[in-house]
């Protein structure tokens, strides 16, 4: 056995109390980040099935209706765009993100996320 040298009794217990707030921190930022590439995902599709519908001769209610269905997300804090003109068709989203995991909100404030999809009227 080794022996141990005088005052590094508790040294490990110290070292883990000081690493643990930053490494717990760390794996929160991680979370963050997924659930907001998640919300980009989803918003991407949605401008797509957007656009979709307005491709096909759907209202401006009827292609916010279709963006907010394929979400998945709070329509209060969803804003669809839609704009036709050349023979095309444009939907905009953007969308106010809130971070809802812990302490990390505290940190990096709520992003705005945007996607747009443009698609040749029908």
Known sequence: MRARRAGSEGQASVEF???????????????QVGVVVHERVMLTHAAREG?????????????RAATVRASGLDPDRLRVVVARRDGRVEVAISYSA???????????GDPRLDARAVMRRE
């Not at 809130?98 to 990096?108: E, N, Q, S």
């Open 17 to 31: 109390a000081l690493l643990l707030p930053v490494a717990v921190l760390f794996v929160l930022a991680v979370v």
């Open 51 to 63: 656009a979709r519908v307005a491709a096909v001769g759907g209202s401006d209610a009827e292609v």
């Open 98 to 108: 809130v971070t809802d995991v812990a302490l990390v909100g505290r940190l990096v």
